[in-house]
């Protein structure tokens, strides 16, 4: 069984929200980790960079596949997590904490009706 903690909203692609104060923070989940493998590598946009939802916004590479990262809403990057760029195990280690990709500020926060509930997500991968 994997981790779906209650407090985020997911994407089918497996990416993770939650949102602290005026920003959004995306990550990949717990079964997204665990189907990759160890990641050896992430990719990821720049500060600054506008996105809009379902636009890919980097790569997290493993030992077994790539797999592209996907905006689960509209919003401009106004952080990355950079020290996956040294430990991407972290995404392993720690998918809904430390394992972090970025924070967007979001444009339209009406995208967060569109994201699936930890149940929805959690019936999608069993």
């Known amino acids: ?5 209650d407090d985020k909203k997911y994407l089918e692609s497996h ?6 104060g005026d920003t959004v923070r995306v990550g990949i989940s717990d079964f997204a980790q ?9 990719e990821l946009p720049a500060e600054g960079d506008e ?15 790539v797999s592209d990262l996907y905006a689960p809403i509209s919003g401009t990057v106004v952080a990355v997590n950079e020290d996956l760029f ?13 394992g972090w990709m970025l924070e967007l500020e979001p444009s339209n926060t009406d995208e967060f009706d569109d994201l699936l509930s930890p149940e929805e997500y959690r019936e999608q991968t069993e």
């Not at 665990?34 to 992430?42: A, K, P, T, W, Y």
């Not at 972290?90 to 998918?95: A, E, G, I």
């Open 86 to 98: 040294d430990a991407p195990e972290l995404v392993n280690d720690d998918p809904y904490g430390d």
């Open 15 to 20: 990416e993770w929200t939650t949102t602290d």
């Open 1 to 5: 069984m994997f981790e779906i903690p």
């Open 34 to 42: 665990d189907e990759l493998g160890d990641v050896v590598f992430v």
């Open 51 to 65: 996105l809009a939802a379902g636009d890919e916004f980097g790569v997290v590479e493993s030992i077994k596949a």
